[in-house]
C-alpha cells in the first residue's frame, strides 16, 4: 500500500504528461511540426497529408503561411515543379503581400524555366515561357528581379531559335517548304546550342 501510494504521483504525472504530448501532437503547433519532420525526412508525401489535416482542423493558424512556403521550397528542391508551383500560387493568393509578388511572379517564371529539361521539343511551353518573361518586364520594370527574368528570357528565345532551326531543317528534308518557311531563323553568332545528353538526343530527329 505504501509503494502504491508512493507511485501515485509518478502515475498522476505520467497520465497528465501522456494527455498533454497527445494534446499537443494534435494540435495546430503539432501538425505544422509533423510537417517540419516529415519534410527533413524526406517524406513528401506524408507532409502534403498533413498540411491538409492542419487545413481541415485549424484554417485559421498562423502556421499555414509558412508551411506553404516550407512545402514551396521543398518540392522545389525535390523537383516536383507542379506541387511547388502549386503551393507557391496559394502562397501568393492568401498571404503575399503587394512588395513579394514580383518574387512570387518570378519564382513562377524560374520553376516553368527548370521543367523545360527536353531542349527542342515543344513549343508551345517554350513560347509560353518567353510571354511569361515579358509580361514581367512590363508589369514589374523596377523588380529587384528583373536581371534573372531578363537572364530566363535569352535563354528561352535562344532555345526558340535553335528549336526553329531544327524544325525548319525537317521539313525542308520532308520537302514540306511552305511549313518549312513559318520556322525559318537566323542563329547568333558564336551562340551555343542547348545541351542536353547523349540519350536524349536518341529521341529528336
Same mark, same amino acid.
Given at each position: 500500500? *505504501? ?6 504521483? &509518478?502515475?498522476? &504525472? ?7 504530448? =497527445? ?9 505544422? /511540426? ?6 527533413? /525526412? ?12 492542419? @487545413?481541415?482542423? $485549424? ?9 506553404? !512556403?516550407?512545402? $514551396? ?7 516536383? &515543379? ?11 493568393? *492568401?498571404?503575399?503581400?503587394?512588395? @513579394?509578388?514580383?518574387?512570387? =511572379? ?7 524555366? !527548370? ?7 515543344? @513549343? ?7 510571354? =511569361?518573361? @515579358?509580361?514581367? *518586364? !512590363? ?5 529587384? &528581379?528583373?536581371? =534573372? ?57
Amino acid at each position: 500500500m *505504501r509503494k502504491i501510494i508512493f507511485l501515485l504521483p &509518478f502515475l498522476l &504525472f505520467l497520465a497528465c504528461s501522456n494527455k498533454t504530448a =497527445e494534446k499537443t501532437a494534435n494540435s495546430a503547433l503539432g501538425i505544422h /511540426n509533423q510537417i517540419y519532420k516529415a519534410l527533413k /525526412n524526406g517524406y513528401y508525401d506524408n507532409a502534403d497529408n498533413y498540411l491538409l489535416d492542419l @487545413e481541415a482542423a $485549424f484554417p485559421g493558424s498562423i502556421y499555414i503561411k509558412e508551411d506553404l !512556403l516550407m512545402l $514551396f521550397y521543398a518540392h522545389l528542391k525535390n523537383e516536383d &515543379f507542379q506541387l511547388a508551383k502549386f503551393y507557391l500560387n496559394q502562397y501568393e493568393k *492568401r498571404f503575399a503581400t503587394p512588395q @513579394e509578388i514580383p518574387w512570387c =511572379e518570378y519564382q513562377k517564371i524560374k520553376i516553368d524555366f !527548370l521543367s523545360y529539361q527536353n531542349s527542342y521539343t515543344n @513549343e508551345g511551353k517554350i513560347l509560353n515561357l518567353i510571354k =511569361e518573361c @515579358e509580361n514581367y *518586364r !512590363l508589369q514589374y520594370p523596377n523588380s529587384d &528581379f528583373l536581371y =534573372e527574368v531578363n537572364t530566363i528570357y535569352m535563354k528561352a528565345l535562344l532555345t526558340k531559335k535553335y528549336l526553329y532551326a531544327k524544325i525548319y531543317k525537317l521539313y525542308k528534308k520532308e520537302g514540306k517548304i511552305k511549313a518549312a518557311q513559318k520556322y525559318k531563323t537566323t542563329l547568333p553568332k558564336d551562340s551555343k546550342p542547348p545541351v542536353i545528353p547523349w540519350y536524349k538526343k536518341l529521341f529528336y530527329w
